[in-house]
């Protein structure tokens, strides 16, 4: 028998708990042993939920027992979750988490305290909801030298633009429906900001390259500036406007990372997800574009992925998934040394520039009212 | 060091070979040792060639070698294939394979021989070529109950159907000019009749539930029957014809596979995947709809499938991948239980049904031009 533990019971943490309870058999089948989860940890009142047994508020109680073999994280944030995190992977825990902001700000310091415990620390779930991203790029494509990532990373933000494209619906109001929907938080700065996208981008980054890009450092551009006129001009143009995470590696080895809303051509496939879905496309040298798609966010989708990595860790108990970052990435200056193409829109019709770089566009824009750069 | 042979060097194992010396310094890190081609074991005259000096034709010397660790077997077919297959696995070695025709037919068999022995026989290059579908399917989707299973499996016959669709050109023409791009093979038979697509699509079932379903034991039906009036009505109804693979779990556990072409709708991601990319939706009951997309044939792509697998079969020599089905599959009857739409093109406009089965579709139709299912 195996057991687990859930931290932080919210949206995915309960989720975690709704697929062991649907799938609980076929996963027995699976993994050749029970799946037993055995705490609940969190602060709240969990009196009335019908796992209330199973809930405690002291981690002291998952760190120190012996029969526990895995920890889900699902706490959110980047203290308390990254304290309980070090502590369990110290005890010799398997930890699997959602949680994109530490991971982003912390997985190389975790990934090593793993390495040190031989135990796994896995985060399929941080990046893409439910959708295999993190493991088909670092196992199935192993043989690539990665030389590009773009993804929809965020499904606010895509459910918004979507909005604006299909409905005709300007920003603000997109937004408010967003909300109404449950898609956009109270606060949805760090989704329309691109903060969220940027920290994806960012472990994308980590596992392609194995240097560690810091969230902070990359250029992150959100939608709230984009209007609808850009919106209906990029149509005429063949074109889709998406909030796009980047990722290259330029011939030298250094790492490009940013975040902005692109020109996305019709005939990439990336053009036509839309709504709350994401998806990932990976240029490798050998296999081409391969793109992944699914549902980026929600209880279900996420738990899925998160029970993909219990699977995954507790078929990895004796020899840990060799994963990780262990250097700095040294980045590129996004302003000089990375040309593409520009959508300007200012006095007189919207174009599409020929490669130059982003200082050469600004330049050549001036005062226009929109520059965005246009994905290859 | 790790050493590894190649069995057949046309295009997937001269791809292989490529692979290893475009990216061989990425995958040494990866690997955390060097990753070397010890031998090539083809009959013909490979004399001119730059791996001459690697080139042998006696199978007992890989058999023989303990310092041989994995077998790539890129042959095909399902005779010298299966045996050197078989002896490899007995012998100890961990195979690797693109040959869905020989895992269709063998894979059961050859699972048990690589269980018993605890050594890996993976083959994600068989559906999808360099598309990662069977580890997502199997392993990062491991958490949910399969439901559904349909994709697009078959370059060859997506690109004539595209070639239909968007150039109007006859399903001759179009075939003759796949034939000339080297798309399809002098006797494309077993792509256009859907065989190709049948033997991935039992693949594709077999993992998700762990019950075999022999190709020969599902309904195939393939794109020579199309006429371009069928593709240009579709249309009309805001489809696209497709060529699906597809397989379905009933709720008593029973399975439903075929081949057929499919009217898509154009809400679906799947009608717009033209021209030889290949894509496969997998719909789990938590994580929804999955799609995974890329090119699914071609030396190169294909290769980088086979070099994942190479790279995870050397992660995993001790503890081998817990993979395989040890069971028939219990098929349901596709004529009489399986309710669909279907498109129906006979005197009077073409129209889309409600759902029905197969047969009482058939009765309604009678002397009908066309008979198609429409996905869901």
Redesign the interface.
Known sequence: MANFAIMGFGTVGS?VAE?LR??GA??A??L?ERLTLKYILDVRDLSASPYASLVVKDFALLESDPELDVVVESIGGAKVAYEFTRRALLAGKHVVTSNKELVAAHGRELLEIARDKNVNYLF?ASVGG???VL??LF???????IQEIAGILNGTTNYILTRMVEGGVPFDEALREAQEKGYAEANPAADIEGLDAGRKICILSDLAW?GEVRPEAISVRGISGLSLEDVDVARTLGCRIKLLGRALRLEDGRTAAYVAPHLVPESS?LS??DGVFNAVMIR????????????GA?D??T??????D???AL??R??RR?LGWSRDAVLADLESELPMRWYIRGEGPARITGAMTAREARALAGQAAALLPVLE
């Not at 196992?139 to 030298?145: F, K």
């Open positions: 989720g697929v649907m799938n076929s996963i089948e699976k050749g399929e439910g959708i295999p493991r088909p196992q199935c494509l192993a043989g690539n030298q194995g496939p036509g997800v490798g040298n050998a296999v081409g574009d391969v793109m992944l798609y699914g549902r929600g279900l989708p738990a899925s992925a998160v029970m993909g219990v699977l995954d078929a990895h004796e020899k060799s």
